[in-house]
């Protein structure tokens, strides 16, 4: 998803001097990351130093200026394609020239396409202690002077801010905003609960500056308020400003002297779809989600399952339903804990489960355990998805029913067309609503077998059962050894060497041990199935 390096600006470094290097960042298309205030969700970019040679001191990063990223009615803020976030080194001043110095630490960060994927890189840099001032760099010189000249600077801006409910006013002024083009002005505040990131913010123009006029963000809703309010103002012609506002009337200027006031057009995608349309958009987005390629596994074993069961409209009847109850209330789930998160403070988004190595590496080891199942490895009860003898005996149902929770586990990471606008309009919603727009998904992601179950004619043109279906079983297990490679590929972005090594080794273990389970297995059905010995007759 990314290619970091560091690079230097110069070729080394002076006792004493302060150079700049940066975290280089190659994004793949259609993928992101994020800036220091990620918006409505995301992770920031940041690094964990390793502790350097005494003296020694590495600064934070000079953050450019971001891009808004809608997704839906959501709006985060970061980079795409390739960006450098410039960084402080400073020597100090008993630096011995001609010796070299390695910094070194680990990057961590998030990113993003339809799912987001933690990730981290383990860098070094080494420089070498000139006795005078080293040479710029030849190719990473001018590139990192580029991103410093371009990042937001204070430039002797006057703001200030007032709560006029329900929005906030948002009037600044200064030389370098006079005459400036505000048609597409936009301001990125550092902390992610002073605004609404989703709203389109109004400008009003003036001779001096402008006034913007901004929903505000949860820590408003708290008396008194923030006290200030800091960010980046970034105008059309790509210069960006440093701006520190405090309550207080608008500097002079800032408008009703200049041309009509001009309403910023709402970000792609962040449009008010309303309950109704919202609950419309998951219910398509949960029907298409069943052709996603991730999700095909699972729903191959339950087409397996309702295979064996064609023929028993009573059986299969109620295998559709075990599913559908298990789709719909892993949805409500995990919307519930998303919910819970964001109300905590947390900035994740849908298909937070997959941010965990933990959570990736159980379920990739799940995923190997049902496919070493549909092997014939080793059996779990006596149907496909059962969950032991007592599931079996139930005809299944609970394992049709947590075939329904894997489905989901494994679908939710998705955004398919339809989904994304739903998703983002039910995150920003009181619980009620939001936890009806995921109820509508579950019922579409699960309609089609349950409707298929139901369907005695669709049903009837499905084979009787027999050996083909063994042979069928075991060509589903190739899927589900796919999904467990993806998933450790997954695991493989977010964990180091050291980490993959260990859910490799698991998996061999843990196969093993399914292996042996299964001897066991089968030497009992054995000794079940063979003939009692027949005692000799007695004579008299």
Sequence with gaps: MWRPSWSPRRRGIAPGQTIHAALRQKIQDHWHTYWRNPGSSG????????????????????????????????????????????????????????????????????????????????????????AQPAAPDGRWGPAIGKALAAAPKPAGLSAAFEKRDPKLSLAIAGPALKG???????????????????????IERGPEGLTLTIAPGDEFQVSPGPQALDGVLALADGRAFEVSAAVG???????????????????????????????????????????????????????????????????????????????????????????????????????????SPQVVAGLALLMLAVALNLSGVFEVGTSLQGAGTGLASRGGLGGAFFTGVLAVVVAAPLHGPFMAPALGWALIQPPVAALAVFLALGVGFALPFV????????????????????????????????????????????VDAAGLARILAAAVVFAAALWAAGLWQRSRAAARTSPSPVAPPRRS
């Design 43 to 130: 992770e920031a970019t940041k690094i964990e130093w390793d502790p350097a040679p005494a003296g020694w001191g590495v600064g934070e990063f000079v953050w450019p200026t971001p891009k808004r990223l809608p997704v839906g009615p959501l709006v985060n803020y970061g980079y795409e394609g390739e960006v450098l976030l410039p960084f402080t080194v400073t020597a100090p001043a008993n630096a011995r020239p001609g010796e070299t110095v390695t910094l070194s630490g680990t990057a961590y960060f998030l990113v993003c396409e339809e799912i987001c994927i933690p990730e981290k890189g383990e860098v070094r840099l080494a420089l070498p202690v000139t």
């Design 180 to 202: 400036a083009d505000f048609a597409d002005a936009y301001f990125f505040p550092f902390d992610a609960g002073v605004l609404d990131h989703a709203a389109p913010q109004g």
């Design 249 to 355: 009337p608008a500097p002079a200027g800032t408008s009703g002297l200049g041309p009509p006031p001009v309403k910023a057009a709402p970000p792609a995608g962040a449009v008010g779809l309303g309950l109704p349309v919202a609950i419309l958009f998951a219910f398509l987005g949960g029907l298409i989600l069943n052709l996603m390629p991730c999700v095909f596994p699972i729903l191959a074993m339950k087409a397996a399952s309702l295979a064996r069961h064609a023929h028993e409209a009573p059986a299969a009847r109620w295998q559709g339903l075990a599913f559908g109850a298990g789709v719909v209330a892993s949805f409500l789930v995990l919307a519930a804990a998303l919910i819970a998160l964001q109300a905590a403070g947390s900035a994740v988004g849908w298909g937070f489960q997959l941010q």
């Design 451 to 494: 409707v298929v179950a139901f369907a005695p004619a669709l049903l009837a043109r499905l084979p009787k059962p027999g050996p083909w279906m063994d042979a069928f079983k075991k060509m589903l297990a190739f899927p589900m050894y796919g999904a467990a490679a993806w998933l450790v590929w997954v695991l493989a972005q977010q």
